[in-house]
Nanobody, 122 residues
Framework: QGHAVESGGGLVQTGGSLRLSCAVS??????????VTWFRQSPGKQREFVAG???????RYAEDVSGRFTVSQNAAKNMSHLQMNSLKPEDTAIYYC??????????????WGQGTQVTVSS
């Protein structure tokens, strides 16, 4: 079974930076490229979109992170990164990556990571 794994979360002060990573493995190790989308969930809130890239390598951002966060991915290596700068206490959440296979992949599964905690202290 394939999977997605986040890393890079932690505790940082307001104004600080963190870089999250998402590594994706396909089911059975079959060749596949994945497009990764980042979400986050705070206590008592629904999971929300943060940033993502599509198959044309076009990035999209939620309004409240635009200009502060930068998403990048190397689809061939199944790696995605979320660079988070100028962090605010309201960015505190569990961050998840979601990996969607490209249309040509034999693996048709979508994978969610287990989440990584980001805490921004004031």
């Amino acid at each position: 079974q394939g999977h997605a794994v986040e890393s890079g979360g932690g505790l940082v002060q307001t104004g600080g930076s963190l870089r999250l990573s998402c590594a994706v493995s396909s089911s059975g190790g079959t060749a596949c490229w994945y497009d990764v989308t980042w979400f986050r969930q705070s206590p008592g809130k629904q999971r929300e979109f943060v940033a993502g890239m599509n198959y044309e390598d076009r990035a999209r951002y939620a309004e409240d992170v635009s200009g502060r966060f930068t998403v990048s991915q190397n689809a061939a290596k199944n790696m995605s990164h979320l660079q988070m700068n100028s962090l605010k206490p309201e960015d505190t959440a569990i961050y998840y990556c979601k990996a969607d296979p490209r249309s040509w992949c034999y693996d048709r599964n979508t994978y969610w990571g287990q989440g990584t905690q980001v805490t921004v202290s004031s």
